[in-house]
């Protein structure tokens, strides 16, 4: 072999050679199976001309080279680094070239064949993934090269194989043609990442087989036709089915669905081999402009999910991918876009069992094309088409006997083009009973579904009203957000408000959230790596971290607040009338497998509680019920009623009691806090005393409560801003947290204007502004006291022309000790204007450490919304109106200044912010900012705060309500 046919191969814009077609993968048959998974001998070379093919060859010594685990990336492991980028390609776009510096792993394994591996010939030897361009050898013999890194591709070996020391040979190369059509937001991670695995294929075994399985809701009834190369026979016992291959039977079937996600375990079993069957019947269909399945619309309530695990990357194991299906199902998510490339198959096997509609995704994205205005885009040339049509098949062969496959997707952000076409006809030619998206296609050319990212409220509605324009086609067809709610640190915001829309309007069918996990990497030194960390030379920074799950998949506050907004059960009243209603929000289920219980509160101290009787109420039925009397005797006080709606019973995804659904509905409202002004203000040796207040005279800066120290308490309007606040850079709109760094509000001036003391109050006056600014804001300070207690009037006034809204709008002071919080309020976790739907009202308790949400780039977070009262350090706040309360062991500007947790360390002093307001979050790190309701204007505000010594210290630091 020459010097240049050996890696001209990699430049090639064919798929490969040497593969075999594509086929249905299941999990196991009685066919033998070796795995060849484990510790491999590895070499790095910088090109990919850098090592001639001898260590192909048996009888190779590889005893000086490194050891990587397969599957594996060899840049997590000490080989190299990682490279993050969202859509820029790191090596120049010259397609279908790539760099001389590619860097190439060189992968040996020796294996034996177990003693009783069959000795027929039909073996062959399976990649599941593989980025992103590989050449194989087996025992010397060159079997092919192949590219499609999130793609099966099999070889037949049986002919090579021997009884002992098989010597397998895999060198792979980072970059490839490949690499063009794979610019999927996410980091470049080279390796075998998947599983390598020899099968075993008898004579007369299965090769490739389809499984038909439609349902009619009109009868009841379900049609299985199980397609097969091989004459075979289809048996599914629970049915009394017994038929050939090929032939179809009707018979009454549960159907499948993602709430009720019915399998029926079957057999096809040939001359050779015998392989399961995991049957679901359902219909997916395009009917009256809508997605239905089983006659029924569905609405999405999705998140996009990359493959992602902190230490191994894409290399993803089985007991991984079923956490990641239970926290799905454990937060009410029905559905997940496998963004942007299939899954490990298994995935796909828990999504049948479990119950999730998935949209299957093919490998496929050309993002980077962007940059020179898709000129050379590979869905637009012809050369390419090969390819991309072999991506389709490898998707849909491999995943076509899945039922909670309902739609196909052609990929992501690929431009448009003559492909694209291509792959559509292909995959509708194949499989007519699914449905097909695309999101890149305005003119829904070659899609079934109208789809877009991060379209706003605004558009969203008027595209559900049918007001949006665009071709005749597009007009007709249901509307689904395949991307929204950026959760790129703290939010998304807005959730709520696009699920009032969905639920609003037919068309609209829901969407998916982008995305389901961080994809931090874990660092010694760091926390979590993000883009920028290994040096790259382009990068996207954090960008890589927008999941609704952190790195170690611990939920977020913006999967807390998702798991609210879809809840399945709707639960709601406003008090008046004693009355809750329930409204079952199912597409197919009812509610005979929940159970429903209340609770009444005061002051978030449970009173009474009991059973709720709720009828198993269709889907979209609604039901008026009865409360009972608040007890008699209760104590007097804020009240309210908390109704759950929880697992009546143990599920394959939950266990009982899981909470599913909740909602509160005031019974007696709050009563105000009151301070007579009865104490005088004496001052004597520099300070000021004004009943428990200490202040110091020259500044009138309060200086402690009772024994409680404290320290700076003045106006904030500053917050560490978040990924969502300072936006991304190609977004057209205001992106606040730039507005207000060019206004200067993270550098506020505080000036002294008068420190003045009456009969019945301390009352200091000050203006705060930002340098080099003329704008301000007027705050004066009254302070009051009965003796016991020490209230705070707060009054402000914007000077000025203020154009942007405030960050918030509060006081901070330092306290010299704290470590345990309780509040009334909202809880357990933070919450924002457009982020508090799953805030609870309740008595809370936390640490102040556990107040802190660990954002991979530190950011404003922990705020907790609407709370009447707290204690910590000693001090007890009662607000007027409730307010936003925030407490940690560093400051704001240090918060603000940190890059990673690391760079935050806990300083003696605990930081506490107790807000009258703060500006919504939005999701403009992708998305749209925040909407303006929830924009906090810079106008005239009036709060007070009353200060008092905590009666008694806080003994809990586990969160709880009351």
Not at 642 to 659: E, G, I, Q, S
Not at 728 to 757: F, T
Not at 793 to 798: L, M, N, R
Request: overall charge negative.
């Amino acid at each position: 072999m020459s010097f240049r046919t050996s890696t001209q191969y990699v430049e090639d814009v064919s798929p490969g050679s040497g593969a075999l077609p594509p086929r249905a993968w299941y999990a196991s048959s009685d066919a033998k199976a070796l795995c060849l998974g484990g510790s491999w001998r590895f070499r790095l070379s910088d090109t990919a001309d850098a090592e001639d093919d001898s260590f192909a060859a048996p009888g190779y010594d590889a005893g000086g080279w490194a050891q990587v685990s397969v599957p594996g990336h060899w840049v997590l492991q000490g080989h190299g680094s990682p490279v993050y980028t969202n859509h820029l390609y790191p090596f120049p776009v010259d397609p279908p070239r790539v760099p001389t510096e590619n860097p190439t792993g060189d992968h040996l394994r020796l294996f034996d064949l177990p003693g009783d591996w069959p000795e027929d010939g039909g073996t062959v030897l399976r990649f599941d993934g593989v980025e992103s361009c590989a050449r194989v050898w087996l025992n010397g013999t060159d079997l092919g090269e192949f590219k499609g890194s999130r793609l099966p591709h099999e070889f037949a070996v049986g002919h090579l194989l021997k009884p002992g020391g098989n010597v397998l040979a895999v060198r792979v190369h980072q970059w490839s043609a490949g690499s063009y059509l794979e610019d999927q937001d996410q980091w470049w991670l080279p390796g075998i990442f998947r599983d390598v695995t020899l099968l075993h294929r008898p004579a007369g075994g299965v090769l490739d087989f389809f499984v038909h399985a439609s349902y009619d809701h009109t009868t009841g009834a379900g049609t299985l036709r199980v397609d097969s190369d091989v004459d075979g026979r289809v048996t599914v016992p629970d049915l009394g089915i017994d038929v050939a291959a090929g032939e179809p039977v009707t018979v009454p079937v549960e159907p499948w669905s993602a709430e009720t996600p019915r399998l029926y375990d079957g057999v096809l079993a040939t001359g050779g081999e015998r392989v399961p069957l995991r049957i679901g019947f359902r219909t997916v269909a395009l009917s009256d402009g809508l997605i239905r399945v089983n006659g029924r619309p569905v609405l999405f309530k999705g998140v996009n999910r990359h493959e992602w695990h902190p230490e191994r990357g894409r290399a993803l194991d089985l007991a991984t991918m079923r956490e990641d299906v239970l926290l799905m199902k454990r937060h009410n998510i029905n559905a997940v876009r496998t963004s942007h490339y299939p899954p490990h198959p298994a995935f796909l096997g828990l999504c049948d069992e479990l119950g999730l509609w998935v949209i299957d995704e093919c490998d496929l994205e050309t993002h980077g094309f962007t940059e020179q205005g898709w000129r050379d885009n590979p869905v637009d040339d012809d050369r390419w088409t090969p390819a991309l049509l072999d991506r389709a098949a490898r998707m849909v062969e491999r995943d076509k006997n899945h039922p909670s496959v309902v739609i196909w997707s052609l990929g992501n952000e690929a431009g448009t083009g003559r492909g694209l076409t291509a792959m559509a006809e292909w995959i509708h030619g194949r499989d007519p009973s699914r449905l097909l998206h695309y999101e890149g296609d305005p003119g829904c050319r070659d899609t079934d579904v109208y789809s877009r990212m991060y379209a706003d409220h605004a558009e969203v509605e008027r595209i559900g009203r049918r007001l949006d324009g665009g071709t005749h086609k597009r007009r007709q067809l249901p509307f689904v957000l395949c991307e929204f709610g950026h959760a790129m640190g703290n939010g998304p915001g807005g959730l709520a408000d696009y699920q009032q829309l969905f639920e609003a309007h037919e068309r609209l069918q829901g969407g998916f959230v982008w995305e389901w996990i961080d994809h931090g990497i874990a660092h010694p030194e760091l926390g979590y790596a993000y883009g920028g960390d290994f040096g790259e030379e382009l990068h996207d920074g954090n960008f890589v971290c927008d999941g609704l799950l952190f790195p170690d998949r611990r939920p977020s506050p913006g999967l807390t607040e998702y798991k609210k907004v879809i809840e399945p059960v709707g639960i709601s009243g406003d008090g008046t009338d004693g009355t809750v209603r329930v409204t079952n929000k199912y597409d197919f289920a009812d509610l005979s497998a929940l159970a429903f219980s209340w609770t009444y509160e005061v002051e978030g101290e449970v009173v009474d509680s009991g059973t709720l009787t709720v009828p198993a109420l269709a889907p979209g039925a609604s039901a008026d019920l009865g409360l009972p009397e608040p007890p008699p005797g209760a104590p007097a006080g804020e009240a309210l009623w908390t109704v759950r709606a929880v697992l009546a019973a143990d599920t394959p995804w939950a266990p009982k009691d899981h909470v599913v659904a909740w909602g509160q509905i005031p019974a007696a409202q709050r009563r105000t806090p009151y301070v007579a002004a009865a104490a005088r203000p004496v001052a004597r040796d520099g300070v000021i005393t004004l009943g428990p207040g200490v202040f110091d005279a020259r500044t009138g800066a309060l200086r402690a409560v009772g024994d409680v120290g404290v320290c700076g308490l003045r106006l904030d309007v500053w917050r560490a801003t978040t990924d969502n606040d300072d936006g991304a850079a190609w977004q057209s709109g205001l992106r606040y947290g730039l507005l207000w760094r060019k206004l200067g509000l993270h550098r506020m001036r505080h000036r002294l204007d008068a420190v003045e003391v009456s009969e019945d109050a301390l009352t200091v006056r000050t203006r705060v502004a930002p340098a080099a600014r003329e704008t301000a804001l007027s705050a004066v300070y009254r302070w009051t006291s009965d003796g016991d207690r020490l209230r705070l009037a707060v009054a402000t006034v914007p000077e000025g022309d203020w154009t942007v809204p405030l960050p918030r709008l509060g006081i901070r002071f330092g306290l010299p000790a704290a470590d345990r919080v309780e509040w009334f309020g909202g809880g357990p976790g933070e919450a924002y204007p457009d982020t508090k739907a799953a805030s609870a009202v309740g008595r809370w308790r936390s640490t102040v450490e556990d107040m802190q949400t660990p954002y991979v780039r530190p950011q404003e977070n922990g705020a907790r919304i609407e709370v009447r009262w707290a204690e910590l350090g000693g001090l007890r706040v009662e607000g007027d109106p409730a307010f936003w309360l925030t407490a940690r062991r560093w400051t704001t500007e240090q918060l603000d200044a940190a890059t990673h947790r690391t760079d935050l360390l806990s300083g003696g002093t605990v930081w506490v912010n107790l807000d009258h307001g703060q500006h919504g979050i939005g999701s403009q790190s992708c998305g749209p900012a925040p909407l303006p309701r929830y924009h906090l204007k810079a106008e005239p505000a009036e709060f007070s705060f009353v200060f008092s010594v905590s009666a008694t210290p806080t003994v809990s630091a586990t969160p709880n309500a009351g």
